[in-house]
């Protein structure tokens, strides 16, 4: 059992983003949680079920999606070395 399966729709708060990129040609799009609950039905799935049922909008692609939510933290890279 994953993350995706103890999160629901209803969760996410309406300025938080979920990131969809297609498995086969790589488009990337977001959602926001305002977003996934305007949509019809969507409210009692959870986000493993949301991401099985997204397809890829790319023309002529219509692949499957993998969701990942992205994080807001700033990142630094490694400054240093051996002395």
Same mark, same amino acid.
């Given at each position: 059992?994953?993350?995706? #399966? @103890?999160?629901? %729709?209803? #969760?996410? #708060?309406?300025n938080d983003r979920v990131e969809l990129t297609c498995r086969r040609c790589g488009h990337l799009r977001y959602?926001?949680?305002? =977003?996934?609950? =305007?949509?019809?039905?969507?409210? @009692?799935?959870?986000?493993?079920? %949301?991401? !099985? *049922? !997204?397809? /890829? *909008?790319? @023309?002529? /692609?219509?692949?499957?999606? *993998?969701?990942?939510?992205?994080?807001? @933290?700033?990142? %630094?890279?490694?400054?240093?070395?051996? !002395?």
């Amino acid at each position: 059992m994953s993350w995706k #399966d @103890r999160l629901q %729709v209803l #969760d996410l #708060d309406p300025n938080d983003r979920v990131e969809l990129t297609c498995r086969r040609c790589g488009h990337l799009r977001y959602l926001t949680g305002l =977003a996934l609950l =305007a949509r019809k039905g969507a409210l @009692r799935l959870t986000l493993s079920e %949301v991401e !099985a *049922r !997204a397809r /890829c *909008r790319q @023309r002529g /692609c219509s692949g499957t999606m *993998r969701l990942a939510m992205p994080n807001e @933290r700033n990142t %630094v890279g490694f400054v240093g070395g051996i !002395a």
